[in-house]
T-cell receptor, first 110, second 114 residues
């Protein structure tokens, strides 16, 4: 079951904040977040595990609400380099094969 | 460079031809995954290996697709009798064998079937 990401696209000015959501109708074991720039491979950002804590590094953090089966990615004080498409990949059991959402395109303008 | 590498980066083939792609994972990683990505979509899981064993294959994967990892190092993905619908980016990723399976992707092979 493919997770649903929202919004589909967002445009920010440098320094603004954004939240990207990833929801599943099935119980999840983990949520993986990736950023992909045009023509490049997805780059790993972070994993959130069932029962785990909120993760974060620098100005990008994420949470996982097990009751809602929803993860949110928080980007604060956005930089131009944050532009790209953000994908969540979900895992129902601890197997490693991910089901990805359709992505959220983030554009940061100067 | 110790990242995941894929070869070739681009492949143009005529419908009905067979193609083979290669993936070299990060050397310490035991797991290797294949995904397919089309424009505007997220990567779609195809199959994965732990060492040389193929542990799962997507039900969506046609019998024309086969993957191998004979010595538990590099892997090949072959598509037989290619169709225009096979045109996509084929991504390889690798991870350690123990969870939580942080996957690191290679640059991909872009396949165009004419």
């Amino acid at each position: 079951q493919q997770p649903v990401q929202s919004p589909q696209a967002v445009i920010l000015r440098e320094g603004e904040d954004a939240v990207i959501n990833c929801s599943s109708s099935k119980a999840l074991y983990s949520v993986h977040w990736y950023r992909q720039k045009h023509g490049e491979a997805p780059v790993f950002l972070m994993i959130l595990l069932k029962g785990g804590e909120q993760k974060g590094h620098d100005k990008i953090s994420a949470s996982f609400n097990e009751k809602k089966q929803q993860s949110s990615l928080y980007l604060t004080a956005s930089q131009l380099s944050y532009s790209g498409t953000y994908f969540c990949g979900t895992e129902r059991g601890s197997q490693g094969n991910l089901i990805f959402g359709k992505g959220t395109k983030l554009s940061v303008k100067p | 460079d110790t990242g995941v590498s894929q070869d070739p980066r681009h492949k143009i083939t005529k419908r009905g031809q067979n193609v083979t792609f290669r993936c070299d994972p990060i050397s310490e990683h035991n797991r290797l995954y294949w995904y397919r990505q089309t424009l505007g979509q997220g990567p779609e899981f195809l199959t994965y290996f732990q060492n040389e064993a193929q542990l799962e294959k997507s039900r969506l994967l046609s019998d024309r697709f086969s993957a191998e990892r004979p010595k538990g190092s590099f892997s090949t993905l072959e598509i037989q009798r290619t169709e225009q619908g096979d045109s996509a980016m084929y991504l390889c990723a690798s991870s350690y064998a123990e969870g939580p399976y942080e996957q690191y992707f290679g640059p991909g092979t872009r396949l165009t079937v004419t």
